[in-house]
């Protein structure tokens, strides 16, 4: 802890600026490589991030040429960044999101899509926002099981969120997130009731050094798919891939 909490400093000091600068209007839409300059930044900020947090990334798999919806399970709060560091996208949250201090500041700033539970009018505009996306070419990520899975393993997605993929004609890939140090750590990685961000970002700093596991999928197509069906298969293969202790 006492080497990361100065680099967590330092990252914060050197590095928020610079993200926020790529984020600049007439900046952040730039493209390097085919993308928005901001979303490259936001990758880069978050794999650095994870480092000095004490994960080291370990990614299996290739990420396919064809943009598309990103569906994985969710155990911790740190997901968002994991998500970011893999592929430069757009990624959509839980609408409390938007209160924690600074998270909430900076999910806002790099244009996180917002859901609030109960309000079917916030899911609406969110799934209009995500085909647009989708249609546009862009990676769009999402954690279809509604929420953190308290319990280890992939609890059941919800087919509601595979319905953009569909209207605009996307693929969808699913992406399987497991945290691991001579083991599966969820239960020391699960971000459960009455946790707060800054209890997360401490407990990470105090620990040893642990993996982040991301393990892609195969794609599937959504044209003349249905939800429910997509949904099963994606959860099927993120659940196969949480659980392959094989790979490693």
């Known amino acids: 802890m006492l080497l990361r909490l100065p680099l967590l400093l ?5 590095g928020l600026p610079v993200l926020l600068l790529a984020l600049l209007p007439g900046v952040r839409d730039l ?23 004490g994960y080291r990334l370990r990614i299996h798999g290739t990420l396919p040429e064809r943009p598309g919806l990103i569906v994985a399970n969710h155990i911790s709060g740190f997901d968002i960044p994991v998500l970011h560091a893999v592929a430069p996208l757009w990624l959509v ?3 409390d999101i938007r209160e924690w201090p600074l998270v909430g500041f900076l999910a806002r700033a790099v244009g996180t899509i917002f859901i609030r539970r109960g309000s ?9 926002r995500m085909a647009a996306l989708l249609r546009a070419g862009r990676i769009v990520g999402v954690f279809p099981e509604g929420g953190i899975h308290l319990a280890r393993g992939v609890g059941r997605f919800h087919p509601r969120l595979f319905g953009p993929a569909i209207r605009a004609g996307a693929p969808v890939l699913p992406v399987a997130i497991r945290y691991w140090r001579d083991g599966d750590l969820h239960g020391e990685q699960v971000f459960g009731p009455g946790t707060s961000f800054a209890g997360l ?11 982040v596991q991301v393990r892609i999928g195969s794609p599937m197509a959504s044209r ?3 939800r429910n069906e997509l ?3 994606a959860q099927r293969q993120v659940t196969e891939m949480y659980c392959d202790v094989d790979a490693d």
Do not use: D
């Open 10 to 14: 330092v990252v914060a000091v050197i």
């Open 93 to 95: 949250a839980k609408h």
């Open 201 to 211: 970002v401490v407990g990470a700093l105090g620990r040893p050094a642990c993996e």
């Open 120 to 128: 079917e009018e916030s899911r609406r505009r969110a799934a209009r």
């Open 231 to 233: 949904a099963r298969e």
């Open 224 to 226: 003349g798919a249905g």
């Open 31 to 53: 493209e390097v490589a085919g993308q928005p300059v901001a979303l490259r930044v936001q990758r880069g900020y978050a794999r650095i991030l994870l480092r000095v947090l």
